[in-house]
């Protein structure tokens, strides 16, 4: 099942190339789905972790409460994260440079509970 809603990423308009559930604090791949090019989504779920941690460590630092998104824009496309779905897993979206990040921020939180449902 969540393979299937990770799957509806790679659907979007404007290039999704990647989605990866991954253990917030390890970055260990809970699932992932890979449309074509070379994504290593073992060194995704891993980075993403040490970025996610490290944000959240900034948050706390300057008291400005829970994260909510992260977006790292990048010259051939964003990356999204989304901090932990439940307990402890975070949600990494790679995308080519012209997609749209609103839609993709907006199927995010629509999928939130799904994502949540599938772990």
């Known amino acids: 099942m969540l393979k299937q809603i990770l799957g509806e990423f790679l659907k979007l308009d404007g290039g999704v190339t990647a989605a990866v559930v991954a253990g917030g604090r390890d ?12 994504v290593d989504v073992e060194a995704l779920g891993a980075m993403a972790s040490t970025g996610m941690g490290t944000s959240e ?24 994260l989304s901090p ?25 939180k629509k999928n939130r509970d799904r994502i949540t449902a599938a772990l």
């Open 57 to 80: 460590a900034m948050s706390d630092e300057l008291g400005k409460g829970e994260m909510s998104q992260m977006l790292i824009e990048l010259e051939n496309g964003p990356i999204l």
């Open 84 to 108: 932990p779905l439940s307990e402890d897993e975070l949600i990494a979206i790679v995308a080519n440079a012209n997609v749209n990040v609103g839609r993709i921020r907006y199927e995010l």
């Open 27 to 38: 970055g260990f791949v809970i699932e992932s789905v890979v449309a074509g090019g070379d």
